[in-house]
């Protein structure tokens, strides 16, 4: 009879925490991606300096990289003091794909921005359930009703004829019209897509292998600092991004405050998907567009 009674009280005391954790990692997701989205906005869409000299940063690559290697060095932190392992605990490769999907997602992102304006982004972020549940089916073989699909196929049409037919014409400091739109919306579609299989994958490893939050931050980061900064190189764009945050402190100032905000974002990420799965975290971020809009 103890073992009884002993059991719906421990049911209880688990709920209360997993909720507790909820609330701990919905919080920490809106509060740093409200201000990552606004330093985002300013960093890509703001010109620096004064007068004719204005200028506008253009090397969205180069914030990638910044914002990884800072998050690397923080997570190898954390293992060093917590005495864990660096090692890593599944195949180096795995931790490369979910690095190369999250700089593709990230790179989409900030190119959107040129394009098609921050709310219009905000918006087209409502849809990212559908590729959630998609990539769920093919990388973890779960299975979604009908109606789940029809719900975020609803929401994807109504975000996507929003876009296409945008209230303003003015929706980027490089607007051409519709054309400059439509490669906007693409970009925000590979966002999507990339966005989507990052998480589901980076849900499977932690599944796969019990993986540990900082383990798997600090490789898929390493990977994606070679990675970001190997392209910066081919691009040309290296030594003309160091001298732009050269010229404007301002810009150095912004891209170190994105930095901190997106490592502490994406240890909430990974936190969330660890804890919750991929679907619960898209779900989270969709209400979060939700209520900015």
């Known amino acids: ?3 009884e009674s002993a059991a719906p009280a421990e049911r209880a005391s688990e709920g209360k925490s997993k909720l507790w954790k909820g609330v701990f990692a919905v919080a920490g997701i809106m509060t740093t991606l409200v201000i990552y989205g606004v330093l985002q906005e300013k960093i890509m869409r ?3 300096g004064d007068g004719p000299d204005k200028e506008y940063f253009k090397y969205s690559l180069f914030l990638v990289f910044c914002n ?3 998050t690397s060095a923080v997570s190898a932190g954390v293992l060093l003091a917590s ?3 660096l090692d890593p605990v599944a195949p180096i490769y795995k931790y490369g794909l979910v690095s190369i999907s999250n700089i593709l997602t990230t790179t989409c992102q900030y190119e959107a921005l040129k394009y098609v304006s921050f709310p219009v982004q905000t918006l087209a ?4 359930m559908i590729p959630v549940m998609v990539w769920g089916t093919v990388i973890m073989q779960k299975r979604y009703k009908g109606p789940d699909y029809s719900i975020a196929f609803l929401v994807t049409l109504g975000c ?7 209230a303003g014409p003015d929706i980027s400091p490089y607007s051409r019209g519709r054309e400059n739109t439509v490669w906007g919306v693409s970009l925000m579609v590979g966002y999507l897509g990339f966005d989507g299989f990052t998480s589901t994958f980076q849900d499977k490893l932690f599944k796969g292998y019990n993986m540990e939050i900082h383990n798997q931050i600090f490789y898929t980061t390493i990977c994606s600092c070679i990675l970001s900064l190997t392209g910066i190189i081919l691009q040309g764009h290296l030594l003309p991004a160091v001298d732009f945050v050269y010229r404007h402190n301002d810009c150095f100032l912004d891209i170190a405050l994105l930095s ?3 490592t502490t974002s994406q240890f909430f990420i990974s936190y969330t998907i660890r804890n919750f799965g991929a679907l619960t975290f898209a779900t989270i971020m969709t209400t979060r567009q939700v209520l900015y809009l």
């Open 83 to 85: 005495k864990k392992a």
């Open 68 to 70: 990884r290697i800072t």
């Open 160 to 166: 996507s004829i929003f876009i296409l037919y945008p």
């Open 260 to 262: 901190t905000v997106a």
């Open 1 to 3: 009879m103890a073992e």
């Open 46 to 48: 703001v010109p620096y």
């Open 125 to 128: 972020k409502c849809a990212k």
